[in-house]
């Protein structure tokens, strides 16, 4: 999957930018802070998911003063090309139009030309809460699976429900147990895909962790299950009944995928606690690697890497070992400067000023 033009109108403090022949394997964009590099890795993510990777409303995408903001982009898959039209028109307000047809639901839009992002508040994942891993974990598998999303959404709208019925004193718990079955038949789709792809996300992390590090140090992920995955759909609702009083005491929702995480182990020890930043950094590059070997077995097609300012804080040594793992992807890089970064073969260097791009 490459990207061939992309093109922006109005989003963020990019006023008009048409990016022609863009390289089929690296893009380095480098320049000073503040001039747009990471706008730019926002947009071509924004066209695979349908939302800011920085976790801001569609409304802050659109350049301050304006009405709308546009992204455009040619793709290439290894069977078609086409093209995306982006418009935000404000919050909830947008048009999407893949090869010319209008689509109404993201949904339809969510891995047609999917990416991958690495960014320095990445390291979060790591460091923070649950929440931040199941995130990961969901927009991962929402790229590569319609109907995980599907699940996913029709088990927020009955945990959402659920919830607000848990804080009624005068609700009968009949009605919270329909409420779980619910919840269990979709959250049983969810963890039977979460457990596939932490698997595949164990196995293939701890080989890219391997390969990156000069040293022998491992790297394991364990998934923390809500209940026995045999039988999933039944232990799971007999765990939701039996603890309803619980729940009515908490006003809260305790058993489901909404309460799961990831154990994430550097050399056996919970990397949350012991690992160095460096060790940290290194896990989750490793663990982005393996989202990008994922996709890429589940579809047939390798998603775009956008390396937002993390390349120049890698060493020599896994800067190299990075770049041989993606060779042949494509990948954008952004940097400050081009310290160990200006010898690739194959490459494109553009200089980022005040939201104007210019190719070097
Ligand atoms: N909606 C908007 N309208 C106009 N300008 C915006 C908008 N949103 C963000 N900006 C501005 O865009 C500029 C560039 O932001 P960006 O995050 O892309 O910088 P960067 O080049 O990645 O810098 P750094 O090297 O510090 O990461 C910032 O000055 C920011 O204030
Ligand atoms: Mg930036």
Redesign the pocket.
Same mark, same amino acid.
Request: net charge positive; proline share 0%; no cysteine.
């Given at each position: 999957m490459k990207i061939k033009k992309l093109a922006l109108q109005d989003f963020?403090?990019f006023g008009i930018l048409n990016l022609e022949q863009l390289n089929s394997e690296i893009n380095v964009f480098s320049? @000073?802070?503040?001039?747009?590099?990471?706008?730019?890795i926002e947009a071509i993510n924004y066209i695979s998911c349908g939302r800011s990777f920085r976790s801001v409303p569609d409304q @802050?995408?659109?350049?301050?003063g304006q009405k709308f903001a546009g992204i455009h982009a040619q793709y290439e898959t290894v069977s078609h090309q086409g093209k995306i039209e982006i418009g935000i028109f404000g919050e909830a307000k947008r048009s999407v139009r893949v090869n010319g047809l209008p689509i109404k639901k993201i949904s339809e839009l969510i891995g047609i030309v999917n990416s991958i992002v690495f960014a320095p508040e990445d390291l979060r994942i790591i460091k923070e809460s649950p929440s931040l891993r199941r995130k990961m974990m969901d927009m991962e598998l929402c790229k590569i699976s319609a109907s995980y999303y599907h699940s996913l959404q029709s088990y927020n709208i009955a945990l959402k429900s659920k919830n607000k019925l848990l804080k009624d004193a005068h609700v009968d718990d009949t009605l919270i147990r329909v409420y779980n079955e619910q919840m269990a038949q979709y959250g049983a789709e969810l963890i039977k895909k979460r457990a596939e792809f932490i698997e595949d996300l164990n196995k293939y992390s701890s080989d890219f962790y391997e390969n990156l590090q000069e040293i022998d140090e491992n790297i394991q992920l364990r998934y923390k299950i809500s209940a026995a995955l045999d039988d999933i759909q039944f232990n799971l609702l007999e765990k939701m009944q039996n603890n309803i009083k619980k729940e009515r005491e908490m006003g809260i929702s305790l058993i489901g995928p909404h309460r799961e995480d990831i154990e994430i182990l550097v050399n056996g020890r919970d990397s949350k606690i012991y690992a160095s930043q460096g060790q940290q950094r290194t896990a989750m590059l490793a663990i982005k690697l393996a989202c990008l070997e994922i996709a890429e077995k589940k579809t047939g097609e390798s998603p775009i890497l956008l390396l937002d300012?993390v390349f120049s804080e890698l060493d020599k040594h896994r800067r190299e070992k990075l770049m041989e793992i993606v060779s042949k992807k494509q990948v954008f890089i952004?940097c400050?400067d081009l310290e160990g970064i200006s010898h690739f073969k194959n490459a494109s260097y553009y200089y980022?000023e005040n939201a104007n791009v210019k190719k070097e």
């Open positions: 963020r403090n320049g @000073k802070n503040a001039m747009g590099k990471t706008n730019l @802050k995408l659109i350049r301050d300012d952004t400050t980022v």
